[in-house]
């Protein structure tokens, strides 16, 4: 098992490399990129990697200072809802540097705001 996880982390991690990021919001805290390969569409469900490049660094509860964090995020066209299951931040933009922090958890799907980023995610991604 511990083989296996080492793969997918090794394997992940390849793929900010591989990434094609694309903007879709910006603001004066933050941009935001979605990785325009798709890991998986399956009827309404779009499972794929977000990116989001801070302006200013922020400071974790450990003390630790980030400047991105990398998203496995799934978007549900017909409920309109988002929700994210594996977080990865790291000390530089675009998922570079050092890894600082990683979070795995079950996927919990939340309503998107109306006028948010990740509503302008959904009208990108759902045509």
């Not at 394997?11 to 603001?27: D, T, V």
């Not at 490049?53 to 066209?77: F, H, M, Q, R, W």
């Not at 998922?95 to 939340?110: F, I, K, N, P």
Request: proline share 1%.
């Amino acid at each position: 098992m511990k083989n296996f996880a080492l793969f997918i982390s090794l394997a992940m991690a390849c793929c900010a490399a591989h990434a094609e990021w694309k903007s879709y919001a910006k603001n004066s805290e933050a941009e935001e990129f979605f990785d325009t390969t798709f890991i998986s569409k399956e009827s309404s469900k779009i499972k794929l990697w977000t990116l989001t490049n801070y302006a200013a660094p922020l400071t974790t509860l450990e003390g630790k200072e980030i400047l991105s964090e990398k998203s496995l995020t799934t978007v549900d066209c017909s409920t309109q809802k988002i929700g994210a299951e594996k977080i990865i931040k790291y000390e530089k933009r675009s998922a570079l540097g050092t890894v600082v922090s990683e979070m795995e958890t079950a996927l919990r799907m939340s309503s998107i705001r109306s006028g948010s980023a990740d509503q302008i995610l959904k009208e990108k991604l759902c045509r």
